[in-house]
T-cell receptor
C-alpha cells in the first residue's frame, strides 16, 4: 500500500498567518508522530497520537502549535500566527501494532518558510 | 534529558572505501536504536533497527552495532558508492512505541 503522505509539500507564509499541515498515515497504523526539523539539525519530537488520543504533546514549542487526529487516521498540525523561527521541515511518521509498533515510517515532510 | 551525538558531522571519502559513522547516547535505558538515511529534500528512510536485546543488525553492505553499556552505536558501510551520499541519522527510542530522539546527523559524500 501507499506510504505516509503529507501535504502541502511546500508552504510559504507571511509572518502572522495561520497554516495547516496535513498527514495521511499508512492505513491501519495506530500511532502517529509529528517532528520538526530545522536546517542542519535532526528532527525533534513535537507530539504523538495513539488512534485519536493525543498522548504526548510535550514537544510543541508554544501554544501557537496545535495538532489533532479526530478520527484516528488523518492528522493536522496547525500553527497560528506564524513566526520566522517556525521555518522548518515538518515530518510526520506512523507506526503499526505489535512488532510493527517498533518502527516508524516517515512521510516526505512539509517545508514551511515564514517570510 | 536524552541526548544523541553523532560524529563526524561530515565525511567525504573516495568510492570503494569502508567507513564508520558513530552515534552516542546519554541514557543506557534504551529500548531500541534506529539508523536512517535522508536525501536532500526527502523524508527519512529506515536503514536498520537494533533492539536493546540485540548487539547488531546487518543489511547488505550496512552493519549497525549497539553497545548499551558504553552508550554507543556504529554504522559500518562497506565498499562505499556515490549513491550512498546522504545524511545519516541515528535515533533512540526510550519506551516501546514512543518518540524518537535524533542526533544531528552525519553528512556523507562518496566521491567517484
Amino acid at each position: 500500500g501507499a506510504g505516509v503522505s503529507q501535504s502541502p509539500r511546500y508552504k510559504v507564509a507571511k509572518r502572522g498567518q495561520d497554516v495547516a499541515l496535513r498527514c495521511d498515515p499508512i492505513s491501519g497504523h495506530v500511532s502517529l508522530f509529528w517532528y520538526q526539523q530545522a536546517l542542519g539539525q535532526g528532527p525533534e519530537f513535537l507530539t504523538y497520537f495513539q488512534n485519536e488520543a493525543q498522548l504526548d504533546k510535550s514537544g510543541l514549542p508554544s501554544d501557537r502549535f496545535f495538532a489533532e487526529r479526530p478520527e484516528g487516521s488523518v492528522s493536522t498540525l496547525k500553527i497560528q500566527r506564524t513566526q520566522q523561527e517556525d521555518s522548518a521541515v515538518y515530518l510526520c511518521a506512523s507506526s503499526g501494532r505489535g512488532r510493527e509498533r517498533n518502527e516508524q515510517y516517515f512521510g516526505p515532510g512539509t517545508r514551511l518558510t515564514v517570510t | 534529558k536524552q541526548e544523541v551525538t553523532q560524529i563526524p558531522a561530515a565525511l567525504s571519502v573516495p568510492e570503494g572505501e569502508n567507513l564508520v559513522l558513530n552515534c552516542s547516547f546519554t541514557d543506557s535505558a534504551i529500548y531500541n536504536l534506529q539508523w536512517f538515511r535522508q536525501d536532500p529534500g526527502k523524508g527519512l528512510t529506515s536503514l536498520l533497527l537494533i533492539q536493546s536485546s540485540q548487539r547488531e543488525q546487518t543489511s547488505g553492505r550496512l552493519n549497525a552495532s549497539l553497545d548499551k553499556s558504553s552508550g554507543r552505536s556504529t554504522l559500518y558501510i562497506a565498499a562505499s558508492q556515490p549513491g550512498d551520499s546522504a545524511t545519516y541519522l541515528c535515533a533512540q527510542v526510550m519506551e516501546y512505541g514512543n518518540k524518537l530522539v535524533f542526533g544531528a546527523g552525519t553528512i556523507l559524500r562518496v566521491k567517484s
